[in-house]
């Protein structure tokens, strides 16, 4: 219960063992960042993330394109883009990711997709159809400067997000999740055969990943989400042209970055949206949307300071995509029945943990 007393449900936490354990527990997985702290690895740049929002539709008309767009509809210093693809004749998946190093309190990626609805491009194919489901997400798009330097150890590898296997500039991951997952199973074969699942039988694993295409893609944009960080949007976008062209070889060297959590954030009031709950959706809506039916009581698995600011509560107000933060006058309130584990607000402040069994989303076409 909320209390932290065991509910009628509770039954003890079992240990599971095994000879090996891989983690594939997606972006900022917890068992993986808890051991690669203990392991003391890192990385020759912080881990750095984008949230993605994204809401399926059933359509009247079709959709026969694929929409990219990159810059659009975010502010100039924001990193990110659209996306609106046809899942089959009637349904359309659509979405906005943006990195999370965005420089305003007030900055809302949910509300950045609702206000891009109401453009002509998806409002004439969306305003005869219904949401019917809404997801979010945050993606590591450090790429390949951000990956851990060893991604095994003792009876244990780390594979697909966990480890930062994404492209960001073409927003892939799956290939990189399944293929990482196939290595991993090739190691762990090979380890369970020998009978030796030490670090040093399941560094082939790394030697697999770093001589695929996994590491040769992830090499040649190394530099693209960083340029973003430095400089403005069009000066980047100038050099992530450069290294498309020369495939990554220009400009050269190492961009260095930072960590979403040290950019300095400007307290700025946020512009009224008030949604009409048929093309544009509240954050409450939208976390019904996701499936999620949590009871109201659960334990809060978030954990939140003491000393946060009414311009901190704003921030985390508008960073959580499922309004799982308020500000109320100067204080703040959580809601962690509304967490759809997204963990963005993880990456800068109050910290996501494994919840109780079956709550959260129950996404079904995401
Ligand atoms: C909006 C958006 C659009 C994207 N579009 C594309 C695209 O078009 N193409 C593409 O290739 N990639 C895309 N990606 C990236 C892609 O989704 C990921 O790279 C990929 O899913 C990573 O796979 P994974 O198996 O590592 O992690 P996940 O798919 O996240 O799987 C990890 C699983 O582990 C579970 N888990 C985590 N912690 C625990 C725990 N403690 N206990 C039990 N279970 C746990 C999670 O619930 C989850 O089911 C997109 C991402 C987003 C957010
Ligand atoms: S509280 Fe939950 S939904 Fe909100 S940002 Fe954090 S993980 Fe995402």
């Known amino acids: 219960a909320r209390s932290g007393d065991p509910g009628s449900g509770y039954a003890p936490p079992t240990d599971i063992t095994a000879q090996i354990t891989v983690l594939a527990e997606g972006t900022r997985g917890t068992l993986s960042q808890a051991y690669l702290e203990w392991q003391k690895i890192s990385s020759d740049n912080p881990q750095i993330f984008a ?6 539709w059933e359509t009247l008309k079709p959709l026969d394109a694929v929409v990219h767009t990159l810059g659009w ?8 883009g659209s996306f609106m693809y046809p899942l089959s004749r009637n349904l ?18 949910h509300e950045m997709l609702q206000r891009m609805k109401l453009h002509p491009l998806f409002r004439d194919l969306l305003e005869s159809g ?86 040769k893609d992830l090499y040649r944009r190394r530099n693209m ?44 009031p946020p512009e009224p949206f008030v949604p009409d709950g048929k093309l544009t959706f509240s954050k409450l809506d939208a976390v019904f949307k996701s499936g999620n039916a949590t ?10 300071g003491s000393d946060i600011t009414p311009e901190v509560a704003e921030l985390y107000t508008h960073m959580c995509p499922a309004g799982v933060y308020e500000r109320d006058g100067e204080r703040l309130v959580v809601s962690p029945a509304n967490c759809i584990d997204c963990k963005a607000t993880d990456v800068i402040g109050p910290r996501w943990t494994p919840r109780e069994g079956g709550s959260g989303p129950k996404y079904r076409q995401m």
Not at 51 to 56: N, R, S, Y
Not at 92 to 107: E, F, I, N, P, Q
Not at 295 to 304: E, F, K
Request: with cysteine; charged share 25%.
């Open 51 to 56: 949230l993605g929002v994204k809401e399926i």
């Open 73 to 80: 509809p975010l502010p100039r210093d924001c990193f990110g």
């Open 92 to 109: 359309v998946a659509l979405g906005l990711v943006v990195g999370l190093d965005y420089k305003r309190t007030s900055d809302d990626v």
């Open 130 to 215: 219904e949401m019917i489901e809404w997801g979010a997400k945050t993606i590591p798009e450090g790429g390949y400067y951000a990956i851990p330097k060893r991604r095994h150890g003792d009876g244990l590898m780390i594979v697909g997000d966990s480890a930062g296997f994404v492209e960001v500039a073409s927003l892939k991951g799956i290939h990189y999740a399944m293929q990482s997952g196939m290595f991993a199973a090739r190691a762990a074969f090979d380890a369970l055969k020998g009978k030796d699942t030490s670090s040093a039988s399941l560094k082939a694993y790394d030697a697999m990943v770093d001589g695929s295409f996994i590491a």
């Open 225 to 268: 989400r960083l340029a973003f960080q430095e400089s403005n949007f069009y000066f980047a976008g100038f050099k992530a042209g450069l290294m498309t062209v020369t495939g990554g070889a220009l400009p050269g060297s190492k961009i260095k970055s930072h960590s979403d959590a040290e950019v300095p954030r400007e307290a700025v």
């Open 295 to 304: 009871r109201d009581d659960i334990p809060s698995h978030l954990v939140v």
